[in-house]
């Protein structure tokens, strides 16, 4: 496993699908991230609220809690943390755009991710 900075950020990438996620923590981890892969919005809920993250990379299209959902809710329960919240999803009509927007992200990134981008955001959003 590659060593994590000391003090690094805290990342979690959520994604249904599990090895997209544990890719993008992978990733994360070999930069230097303390990144962690989950893989619903519950279970992201939970680890945000154990230990905050400085920035999530969050897929919209997962059963149970969509990510614009989980975007809301954790805008909620991290009111006095400064989170930074990605979608990561394949979506890419106006009106996905605009639903990412309403949910409270902050940058909407279209799948498939250049990895080189989504390390080059990690270092510029946290």
Same mark, same amino acid.
Not at 62 to 87: F, S, T
């Given at each position: ?6 003090? =690094?950020?805290?990342? @979690? ?12 923590? +992978? @990733?994360?981890? #070999?930069?230097? %991230? ?7 919005? $519950? +279970? ?5 609220? $154990? ?5 999530? %990379? ?7 809690? $969509?990510?614009?959902? @989980? ?13 930074? @919240?990605? &979608?990561?999803? =394949?979506?890419?009509?106006? $009106?996905?755009?605009?639903? +990412?927007?309403? &949910?409270? %992200? ?6 498939? =991710? ?10 510029? #959003? +946290?």
């Amino acid at each position: 496993m590659p060593n994590i900075t000391p003090n =690094a950020p805290g990342i @979690l990438c959520v994604d249904d699908n599990q090895d997209g996620a544990d890719m993008c923590a +992978t @990733l994360l981890k #070999m930069c230097g %991230f303390d990144a962690r892969a989950c893989y619903d919005g $519950e +279970t992201a809920l939970r680890m945000a609220v $154990e230990s905050p993250p400085a920035l999530c %990379f969050i897929d919209l299209n997962m059963p149970g809690m $969509e990510g614009d959902e @989980l975007a809301q809710r954790l805008r909620e329960l991290m009111a006095d943390h400064a989170i930074k @919240l990605v &979608a990561l999803t =394949a979506m890419a009509r106006d $009106e996905d755009f605009r639903r +990412t927007d309403a &949910a409270g %992200f902050d940058l909407h990134l279209i799948k498939p =991710a250049d990895p080189m981008e989504l390390v080059r955001l990690a270092r510029m #959003m +946290t």
